[in-house]
């Protein structure tokens, strides 16, 4: 097993770990974000109906190709799926890290949500 295959391997088990206690429903819904090389995604879900609510990510076109960081692609990332779910009538959010360290991108993104509105 390689070192990148360990580490997702431990990721995966974290992820799995933490989605054991964590779920969203339709009063309170989790914001979930995944978060790859290049790119940040994040989703608002409904898993009592297995429904995404709102969604944004780096790949869209409004956000791709910006000049900045990642960190501060992260940021107008969790600007944006706030708004968008502000806009489906979604108040508060459980965070799902998704087995990530809460540092960099992720709490970039997290920040930027919670001062766009989501209570989390």
């Known amino acids: 097993m390689t070192l990148e295959a360990g580490r997702a391997a431990a990721r995966q088990k974290r992820h799995d770990r933490i989605r054991l206690t964590l779920a969203g429903s339709g009063g309170r ?6 978060r790859s090389i290049n790119h940040i995604y994040a ?4 898993d009592a109906s297995g429904r995404t609510l709102a969604a944004a990510s780096t790949v869209e076109k ?3 190709g910006k000049p900045g960081t990642k960190t501060d692609e992260a ?3 969790g600007r944006l799926v706030a708004e968008r779910a502000k ?3 979604i108040e ?3 965070f799902d890290r998704a087995g990530f360290r809460y540092h960099g991108r992720i709490k970039s993104l ?5 001062e766009a509105g989501l209570d989390f």
């Open 29 to 34: 819904p989790r914001l979930a974000v995944f």
């Open 43 to 46: 989703q608002v879900i409904d």
């Open 62 to 64: 409004d956000l791709r």
């Open 75 to 77: 940021r107008a990332v």
């Open 87 to 89: 806009s489906a009538g």
């Open 92 to 94: 508060r959010v459980v």
């Open 110 to 114: 997290a920040e930027a949500a919670r």
